[in-house]
């Protein structure tokens, strides 16, 4: 009864850029989505979560062309990436939707041409300044610099005159109505610094919106008039309702169409806050209850991005530990609307303060007491005492006030309120200490009141911090013998009491096994497989060859693509003295590798070499710099030497 009376809840994450590999900023917004989606799921909530990829426009085209690659397959190769890393964050969207999709194309074409025969777009021509990186014209308020040239006031790179024969949107008619609709829904755009941000921009004034290219070949028709291109950001957004129904299944687009929330950063703000909003008045479609602004992670004070080449590759934690520190981590760290510098110090110093010792702990020692006094099953326990009312009370206000801050999205209080919960347990468990209750047969019942306590304790727990890390949370939930999922449990109906109590718990493994900062952070460096070199000592073997890798079979050998590479560009990369960034061909296409083998080869010294490469290595990212592949070389004590082709090899050719 009480699932169906309750609105269905639809959250979408931008669709992002398939021009370079995804980062801990594409992470953040896309666990910020799953956390909502679960918490409203487990509140009773039908609930829709959109992510997927922006696969159309300049700057994927740009970024295939540096590789050799047609759009199409780059965005295929890339888009893998973003799939995989959804996955490996246990986010689980109920739809990926990329742009390059039939279905999508469709839409967008269908929504294109009924604003055409509306009126709502038009055919003109613009002459603009036009930033390429970011494919956006700069707006009239921009200054010129002293050159006569205008610097794109978001990247800061400078921006070009364009003039081409362009449809536009009439975005000009709109100004009052998005007024309106912000003065009526206070909460359209957060947080409020943001739609006072909005609202002034569009008091400012607006002018119609070009919204097709005819210099850009990578992006959808214009219907009848193929020689133009959908502007990528019409193209984009639109996603939001393709991705739900729109046009292929009405009783899906029905029922979630308006979204609950949309997250973003603020880098795009703009278009989820101005246009987007005025696309579905025209179309004739309610608008979003929200546009969601989060705030940026940093690194080293400067915004995560690929053209800034400072960001920070998710797998180094998730190889390391799973995604349940990570989500814990991102999310609680900083409030939602704010920056965050990103230090893999502060990472570890969270996991082994809250997440080793306060809830791992708890989880272990109350457990341990549990099988260790009553071999595993809690009996009837003694009356319930004013310290255990606290602990029951505490736990029923801080449920409240957690589901109250998850329903505002402040998910950073959210865990702050779990978190004091599980303290008071500590505390409670600290007080009344139950190893000495244990000596005494007499206390016996007493001793069981206190361990059903903390056992109800933690079952509350693992509920309440499903949402954020479920993996964990199901840990707790099997440990304490509870059948079933923790995520099918319903918050209306979760009380300190539950029946299921008294059952046998299992013996608990550790959930966050403490992790030491130094042996972290060499891992961290490990991808650049970086050898330690010193140009003083000469080379000398490695300690004598006791296999210590298990034998392989040629089959395993075969799966390795080893192709000859010629090196066409070297670089260093700029504070990392030990690696260089080379491009490489490959006879059928261009790669950027990464190497650790700056202290023996300056960059020179490798331009024009001919040697071995594994193509079909995983990329990574190394010190913010992707690597696709891996070149070859003896590490003997702390020297590299990698073995040339002096013969003419053809470049490409299998090395078998
Ligand atoms: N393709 C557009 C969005 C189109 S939506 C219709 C785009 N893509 S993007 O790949 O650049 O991703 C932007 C989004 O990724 C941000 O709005 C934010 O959600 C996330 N982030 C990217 N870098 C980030 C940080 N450094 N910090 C936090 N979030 C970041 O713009």
């Not at 308020?141 to 921006?159: L, M, S």
């Not at 400012?204 to 210099?215: F, Q, V, W, Y």
């Not at 319903?490 to 900062?517: H, I, K, M, N, W």
């Not at 590798?593 to 190394?622: D, M, R, S």
Request: aromatic share 10%; net charge neutral; with cysteine.
């Amino acid at each position: 009864m009480e699932k169906k009376s309750k609105p269905p809840f639809y959250v979408t994450t931008p669709i992002y850029y398939v021009n370079g590999i995804p980062h801990i900023g594409h992470a953040y917004t896309t666990i910020i989505a799953d956390t909502l989606s679960r918490f409203m799921k487990m509140s009773g909530r039908e609930v829709f979560f959109l992510t997927g990829t922006d696969e159309h426009g300049q700057k994927v085209e740009k970024a295939a062309a540096e590789h050799g690659l047609d759009p199409q397959v780059w965005a295929d190769r890339v888009v893998a990436r973003f799939v995989d890393l959804t996955k490996d964050l246990a986010c689980e969207p109920d739809f990926f939707i990329r742009t390059t999709m039939e279905l999508h194309e469709k839409g967008v074409q269908k929504l294109f041409l009924n604003l055409l025969q509306k009126g709502d777009i038009y055919k003109g021509e613009y002459k603009g300044w036009y930033c390429v990186p970011d494919e956006t014209f700069l707006t009239e308020d921009v200054p010129q610099e002293k050159d006569g040239t205008k610097i794109c006031p978001d990247c800061g790179r400078k921006a070009q005159v364009v003039s081409e024969e362009t449809y536009f949107f009439r975005l000009s008619a709109y100004q009052q109505k998005l007024l309106d609709h912000y003065a009526s829904h206070p909460q359209f755009v957060r947080p409020q610094s943001r739609m006072n941000e909005v609202t002034s921009f569009v008091r400012g004034g607006l002018k119609d919106l070009s919204i097709t290219r005819t210099t850009v070949k990578w992006g959808i028709p214009v219907p009848g008039d193929p020689a133009h291109t959908i502007y990528v950001w019409f193209d984009a957004l639109h996603n939001y309702v393709t991705g739900v129904g729109y046009d292929r299944d009405p009783a899906l687009f029905a029922k979630f169409w308006p979204a609950s929330v949309q997250l973003i950063a603020k880098d795009i703000l703009r278009f989820h806050a101005v246009f987007w909003p005025a696309f579905l008045m025209a179309s004739g479609f309610p608008l979003p209850d929200c546009v969601f602004c989060h705030g940026w992670w940093l690194k080293d004070e400067a915004k995560m991005s690929k053209s800034k080449g400072n960001v920070l590759d998710p797998y180094v934690m998730l190889r390391a530990m799973g995604p349940d520190p990570l989500r814990y981590f991102l999310l609680r760290e900083v409030p939602i609307g704010l920056d965050g510098n990103f230090s893999h110090e502060a990472f570890i110093r969270r996991v082994n303060a809250d997440l080793a010792n306060d809830l791992g702990n708890l989880v272990s020692r109350a457990l341990t007491m549990i099988r260790n006094y009553f071999a595993g099953t809690i009996p009837e326990p003694g009356p319930e005492e004013p310290a255990d009312a606290d602990i029951r009370k505490a736990f029923e206000e801080t449920k409240a006030r957690t589901i109250a801050q998850y329903e505002s999205y402040a998910l950073n209080k959210v865990l702050e309120e779990i978190w004091a919960f599980i303290t008071a347990v500590n505390k409670y468990l600290a007080d009344n200490a139950p190893w000495k209750l244990h000596k005494d047969p007499a206390l016996h019942p007493r001793l069981a009141r206190v361990l059903r306590t903390a056992a109800a304790s933690l079952r509350g727990t693992a509920a309440l911090v499903a949402p954020v890390i479920p993996g964990s949370a199901q840990k707790i939930w099997e440990y304490l013998g509870e059948p079933g999922n923790v995520r099918d449990v319903c918050f209306d109906g979760l009380t300190f009491d539950s029946p299921g109590l008294g059952q046998a718990v299992r013996a608990p493994e550790p959930l966050f096994p403490r992790v030491d900062l130094q042996a972290f952070l060499a891992e961290e460096t490990k991808p650049a497989k970086e050898p330690a070199m010193d140009e003083q000592k000469p080379m000398t073997p490695e300690q004598p060859a006791a296999p210590a890798k298990p034998l392989v079979t040629y089959d395993d050998f075969a799966k390795m693509e080893l192709r000859v590479a010629h090196v066409i560009e070297a670089v260093k990369v700029e504070g990392a003295k030990k690696l260089l960034k080379l491009r490489i061909d490959l006879g059928t296409e261009q790669r950027q590798i990464v190497a650790g083998v700056a202290e023996t080869y300056t960059p020179e010294q490798l331009l024009g070499k001919k040697f071995i490469v594994i193509a079909n290595l995983q990329p990574a990212v190394i010190r913010g710099v992707e690597s696709q592949g891996m070149l070859l070389a003896a590490v003997a004590g702390d020297k590299s030497a990698i073995p040339f082709f002096e013969a003419d090899v053809p470049v490409g050719a299998k090395v078998k």
